[in-house]
T-cell receptor, first 113, second 109 residues
Framework: DSGVTQTPKHLITATGQRVTLRCSPR?????VYWYQQSLDQGLQFLIQ???????AKGNILERFSAQQFPDLHSELNLSSLELGDSALYFC????????????FGEGSRLTVL | GIQVEQSPPDLILQEGANSTLRCNFS?????LQWFHQNPWGQLINLFY???GTKQNGRLSATTVATERYSLLYISSSQTTDSGVYFC???????????FGKGTKLSVKP
């Protein structure tokens, strides 16, 4: 158990819909990262938050957004879903502002039908 | 950007065998981690090893930063070692890890 909690574990929805994925970092970690793992793209960095503020941005689509709340949990919002958004979405956390050792949650598997 | 290449892409072993997985990266890094993704999809930390050598039970890892590679050794492999092994690196303070494509390991009983 990494200490990073993600919900839901599985999610099935339809094209055009919107979903929210939730992540609670390890106790004491201030940084939260979101990654997407798809069969064709591998593990891709989406976005990082540190202590409530966006710190780094990767290959995140405009239809996707994220935030980190004062209690440090984070949410990833995916809207206008397309078939190609089906993937495993991971949250990771670290204590440091600059990466350091990352610990990953179990992931949220999104299927868009 | 930095390139991360892992080899071999696939590896099949008999239980009890030893193996070495390699990760080459194209530029200097300040962060390198090895992960194991089990058949259920969980990403498990193995080593945080930007340089030097570490050991944890049957697993050990060595990173030679000056030569831009890292090795993961698995000894006396078990069926539970099956899965995909990822190397991930960070250059500078970009704020994210870049993952290789992984080595898929299958350990047969």
């Amino acid at each position: 158990d990494s200490g990073v909690t993600q919900t839901p574990k599985h999610l099935i929805t339809a094209t055009g819909q919107r979903v929210t994925l939730r992540c609670s970092p390890r106790s004491g970690d201030l940084s939260v990262y979101w990654y997407q793992q798809s069969l064709d793209q591998g593990l891709q960095f989406l976005i990082q938050y540190y202590n409530g503020e966006e710190r780094a941005k990767g290959n995140i689509l405009e239809r996707f957004s994220a935030q980190q709340f004062p209690d440090l949990h984070s949410e990833l919002n995916l809207s206008s879903l397309e078939l190609g958004d089906s993937a495993l979405y991971f949250c990771a956390s670290s204590v440091a502002k600059i990466t350091g050792e990352l610990f990953f949650g179990e992931g949220s598997r999104l299927t868009v039908l | 950007g930095i390139q991360v290449e892992q080899s071999p892409p696939d590896l099949i072993l008999q239980e009890g065998a030893n193996s070495t997985l390699r990760c080459n990266f194209s530029d200097s890094v300040n962060n390198l981690q090895w992960f194991h993704q089990n058949p259920w999809g969980q990403l498990i930390n193995l080593f945080y090893i930007p340089s030097g050598t570490k050991q944890n039970g049957r697993l050990s890892a060595t990173t030679v930063a000056t030569e831009r590679y890292s090795l993961l050794y698995i000894s006396s492999s078990q069926t539970t070692d099956s899965g995909v092994y990822f190397c991930a690196v960070e250059r500078g303070s970009q704020g994210n890890l870049i993952f290789g494509k992984g080595t898929k390991l299958s350990v047969k009983p």
